[in-house]
T-cell receptor
Framework: AQSVTQLGSHVSVSEGALVLLRCNYSSSVPPYLFWYVQYPNQGLQLLLKYTTGATLVKGINGFEAEFKKSETSFHLTKPSAHMSDAAEYFCAVINQAGTALIFGKGTTLSVSS | EPEVTQTPSHQVTQMGQEVILRCVPISNHLYFYWYRQILGQKVEFLVSFYNNEISEKSEIFDDQFSVERPDGSNFTLKIRSTKLEDSAMYFC????????????FGSGTRLTVV
């Protein structure tokens, strides 16, 4: 069965520092993987996704993620954090039927000046 | 950019009451979903809807829940007799076809059962 584990419920970084949000997955089929961001009082916005092809995926707002099959990981990174990046981040994998998303518990990113 | 619209943004209801959460999916989308996020927990899939019928539902989606597309634009989630544990953020989502890129979420309805 498909599942997602996000390591660290809360990550704090300084403005300008590297952002690393960790996601490990379990999937019985080749995974489709997603990162979503949720700003306060807003919906879930797609940051990036991996389906097939290039394992380094670039998304919006300077974020990128690398699919590593050997490590069953899909960590999200950004070279330099901005105050506006403070939000909740969710990693997700498509279910086996390909019809719905299975989410991790989320990681809250705080950015300090 | 097209949006999925959910109303109300926040609803408070008494335990045992019926609530209807409303969603207006993107107009040319064909697949509709409800997800739930209990405070501090992960976002969970409830149900998917296609061609005027439920195509898939999770264990959470028991007999107290129902979905409907009453007209060409709205997609509703009804909870018949609310329980305290139904308090959560409910997200509606829609997509046009099997292309996963087009999976769009609404901003959610926060349901508080007292």
């Amino acid at each position: 069965a498909q599942s997602v584990t996000q390591l660290g419920s809360h990550v704090s970084v300084s403005e300008g520092a590297l952002v690393l949000l960790r996601c490990n997955y379990s999937s019985s089929v080749p995974p489709y993987l997603f990162w979503y961001v949720q700003y306060p009082n807003q919906g879930l916005q797609l940051l990036l996704k991996y389906t097939t092809g290039a394992t380094l995926v670039k998304g919006i707002n300077g974020f990128e993620a690398e699919f590593k099959k050997s490590e069953t990981s899909f960590h999200l990174t950004k070279p330099s954090a901005h105050m506006s990046d403070a939000a909740e981040y969710f990693c997700a994998v498509i279910n086996q039927a390909g019809t719905a998303l299975i989410f991790g518990k989320g990681t809250t990113l705080s950015v300090s000046s | 950019e097209p949006e999925v619209t959910q109303t109300p943004s926040h609803q408070v209801t008494q335990m045992g009451q019926e609530v209807i959460l409303r969603c207006v999916p993107i107009s040319n989308h064909l697949y509709f979903y409800w997800y739930r996020q209990i405070l501090g927990q992960k976002v969970e899939f409830l149900v998917s809807f296609y061609n005027n019928e439920i195509s898939e539902k999770s264990e959470i989606f028991d007999d107290q829940f129902s979905v409907e597309r009453p007209d060409g634009s709205n997609f509703t989630l009804k909870i018949r007799s609310t329980k305290l544990e139904d308090s959560a953020m409910y997200f509606c989502a829609s997509r046009q076809d099997r292309e996963l890129r087009g999976y769009t979420f609404g901003s959610g309805t926060r349901l508080t059962v007292v």
